[in-house]
Structure formats: structure tokens, C-alpha cells
């Protein structure tokens, strides 16, 4: 029974904290604490906590996550997003949900330039929200589109949670990861597109004219300079011209003379810009501290192997390990945020699936992929809550056609899951 005392105590302080209401970050610092006092005297607990907190901050490597979160603030702001969007409109603008259509394909290259899903869902919601409801959309129906398709943006790289995810699993290739991403992104997106046009022709919505080569030229010529950025910075990756660090630096600089260019951004608004997204950061920094410190109490306390050698006691079949862990990273998705799930279940699974055979980057596009979907479900998820915010509508309202759209998220899952080659074709192709 001592042996299930820690897991027991970190299970339950953590459920009970996270039940009264108390912030996700202190509920992980916290339940680490009391669990700690179970092997150790209360001061040297708390100082193992306060110093595992911040060495678990001490990385070169999450210096990109403040800067990939500061251009994303900078595209919403500056004019990006605009362009993508009429990029994206000249593209599948006419078939049916047109306008659903736009915003998956806008979220999707929103994604692969700033890598934020509430960035995404911000500036998507915003902007083709009110177009919606003018051209008969349900508010529900474009809420529902905006929520899902925005999570594409942490599969299509630059990616902060792949960032993360290469920091918990010891070091997996960033660039790796990256190129990962792309397949299983798209797919996604793709799978998004069917949904949403069968239901917008069930409900015979608006479609919109096809516009012609002319247009779509003029339309790319104008939202080139803002995917060059895709280019520059995962191609400067690939080719090892720069680190993810350096990059995000580069990606800050360059949409920062891309919104000046555009006449859409001044230096009177930069200090608002700086701000949000330093109050971001703080958030998600102390997500990672207190989630590095709870990672390193499941390994003091020997938890990893022990769910490990529990999860290959059950079966030595792949699929279906693979299976049960999918499980319940979706039920944890349900109640933690993403950066922390990663952070805790990285250390966790990771030792499982590669007893399995399990190629490291494969499992890092699958644990994001999934936890994905959590970020659309009540009760944590904050993208559902920034998209019902922006939409102004309900949860309950939005509920009902989000559901196709999280079945087709859970099917991508499981083709994700079981195909390797989706994650892997292009970093085998190029070599990283």
C-alpha cells in the first residue's frame, strides 16, 4: 500500500484543488508539494518544488516560445491575418461553406506562421465571424469552425507544444518535429473541409462566386511577403541555418517590418502588443515550471516505470497499448491544458510506446494531436472559450455542431496513430 501512497496523494490533491477552482499551475505545484512530503520533511519538499521550478525554466530552448507568441500577437495585429484570408477566400470560396472553408485554410496558414491556436481563433473569429452571420452562417456554426480548425496551428509548425514536447521527451529534433507535423496538419484541415461542406449544404448556406486566376494571383502576390515567413523559418531550420530559438527571434523582426510595410500597425500600439503577449508568456511559463517540477516528482517517485511495466502487463500488442493510452490522454485532455499534459505524460508514455518500437518523433505528433481536441471541451478548454467569447454565444449552443467536427479530429487521430509514414515521410525525406 505505501508504494500507491504518492500516486494516490498527487491524484487527489490534484482533482481537489482543480474542483475548488484553484489556477491549473498551482494545482500542479501544490499537489507536487504534498506528494514530496510523503518521502521527504516539509522544508526540504518545499525547496526540491521552489528549485525544480525554476531549473526547469533554465532552457535555451523555451526562449522560443516568447517569441513565436509575441509574432503571433503581431501577425493578429498587423494585417496578416487580413491577407490570408483573402488569399484563402480565392481559393475555395465558392464551393459549398465557402466562408467555413476560408477560415479552416486561414487558420491552417495562420498556424503555420505564428503556431498559436488562440492567436488563430482570435483573429479568425474576429474577422469572418460577423461575414458569416451577413451571409446566413449560423453563429454556432462559424464558432464551431474557428474552435476546431484553430488547433491545426499546433500540428502545422512553427509549433510552441512541439517545442515543449522536445524538451520533455530529452531532446527529440525540433526540426524533426516540425517537418512531422505537416502531413498529419493538413489531413486534419482537410478532413475539417469535408465536414463542414456537408453541412453547410445540408443546411443550404451561401456559396460564393469562383474567382478567377487573375484574382487568386493578385490575392497571392499580396499574401506572399506573409508566407515567405513559413519559408524563412522552417527552411532556415532544415537547412541549419538556425536554431527554433533563433528563428522565432527572426519570425518576431520580420512580421514586425511585414505589419510597418502594411501600414496596419505603429509604434503608438506596439507597448499594448508587448504586453498581452508578456501576459501570455507568464502563463505559459509558469504552466512549464510547475509542470517540470510534477515530472520530476512522478520520476523520483518511480511512477513512469511503474505505469509502464502496468501498461505492458495488460498486453504486448501495439495497437492496443497504443489505443489505451490515446484514451486517456483524451479524458486528460478534457481537464488539463496542453503544455502541462505534455510536460507530466511525455516522461510517462514515452518509455511505453518505444519499448513498442515507436519512433519518438511519431509520438510527439500523436500526443499533441490529441490533446488537440481537449482544447475544445469543456471544462479547460481555451480556444472553445476564446471562440464562443468572440462569437458571443454559448458552449451549449456550439456543442452540437462541433461535434462532426471533433469526430473527424478523433478520426485523423487514430490515422495518425496507425500510420507512421504520415508523421514520418517527410523527416526521413529530408534526412532529420
Not at 59 to 70: D, G, K, R, W
Not at 123 to 132: K, N, Q, R, T, V
Not at 375 to 391: D, E, K, N, Q, Y
Request: aromatic residues 10%; charged residues 10%.
Amino acid at each position: 500500500m505505501i508504494e500507491f501512497l504518492p500516486v494516490i496523494v498527487l491524484i487527489l490533491s490534484f482533482l481537489v484543488l482543480l474542483t475548488i477552482g484553484v489556477p491549473v499551475a498551482w494545482c500542479i505545484a501544490i499537489s507536487s508539494l504534498l506528494t514530496l512530503t510523503v518521502a521527504m520533511p516539509l522544508v526540504a519538499a518545499t525547496t526540491t518544488v521552489s528549485q525544480r521550478i525554476a531549473t526547469g525554466l533554465d532552457s535555451f530552448a523555451l526562449l522560443a516560445i516568447p517569441f513565436f507568441i509575441l509574432s503571433g500577437q503581431i501577425m493578429s495585429k498587423g494585417g496578416i491575418a487580413h491577407r490570408l484570408i483573402s488569399f484563402a477566400k480565392t481559393l475555395v470560396g465558392f464551393l459549398p461553406g465557402g466562408l467555413a472553408l476560408i477560415n479552416i485554410v486561414s487558420a491552417m496558414l495562420m498556424g503555420a506562421i505564428a503556431g498559436s491556436a488562440m492567436a488563430s481563433a482570435s483573429a479568425m473569429g474576429s474577422i469572418l465571424g460577423p461575414e458569416m452571420e451577413k451571409e446566413g452562417y449560423s453563429k454556432e456554426f462559424g464558432a464551431a469552425v474557428n474552435i476546431a480548425s484553430s488547433t491545426t496551428g499546433l500540428i502545422i509548425p512553427p509549433s510552441n507544444t512541439l517545442i515543449v514536447y522536445s524538451l520533455a521527451s530529452g531532446g527529440v529534433s525540433i526540426a524533426a518535429l516540425f517537418l512531422a507535423g505537416y502531413i498529419p496538419g493538413i489531413l486534419t484541415g482537410l478532413l475539417m473541409m469535408v465536414v463542414a461542406m456537408i453541412w453547410a449544404k445540408n443546411k443550404k448556406y451561401k456559396v460564393g462566386k469562383r474567382s478567377s486566376l487573375k484574382e487568386v494571383f493578385i490575392k497571392f502576390i499580396d499574401a506572399f511577403p506573409s508566407l515567405l515567413l513559413l519559408f524563412i523559418v522552417i527552411g532556415g531550420i532544415i537547412g541549419g541555418f538556425f536554431t527554433a530559438t533563433e528563428a522565432s527571434a527572426i519570425a518576431v523582426l520580420y512580421t514586425f517590418l511585414l505589419s510597418f510595410y502594411y501600414k496596419e500597425l505603429s509604434f503608438k500600439s506596439m507597448p499594448k502588443v508587448i504586453l498581452e503577449s508578456v501576459e501570455t508568456t507568464a502563463i505559459v511559463m509558469l504552466l512549464i515550471g510547475a509542470s517540470m517540477c510534477m515530472s520530476w516528482v512522478l520520476s523520483y517517485e518511480n511512477i513512469p516505470q511503474d505505469i509502464s511495466e502496468f501498461l505492458l502487463s495488460i498486453s504486448d500488442n501495439k495497437y492496443v497499448i497504443l489505443l489505451i493510452i490515446n484514451l486517456i490522454l483524451l479524458f486528460v485532455g478534457i481537464f488539463m491544458d496542453m503544455t502541462p499534459a505534455v510536460l507530466i505524460f511525455t516522461p510517462i508514455f514515452l518509455p511505453v510506446v518505444t519499448a513498442l518500437g515507436m519512433d519518438a518523433t511519431h509520438f510527439g505528433i500523436v500526443l499533441v494531436l490529441n490533446l488537440c481536441i481537449g482544447l475544445c471541451t469543456p471544462p479547460v478548454g481555451s480556444v472553445l472559450f476564446v471562440g464562443v467569447g468572440i462569437a458571443k454565444t454559448t458552449i451549449a449552443k456550439v456543442i452540437p455542431p462541433l461535434i462532426p467536427l471533433f469526430l473527424v479530429m478523433i478520426l485523423s487521430l487514430l490515422l495518425v496513430t496507425y500510420i507512421p509514414q504520415l508523421s514520418l515521410w517527410l523527416p526521413n525525406f529530408f534526412g532529420v
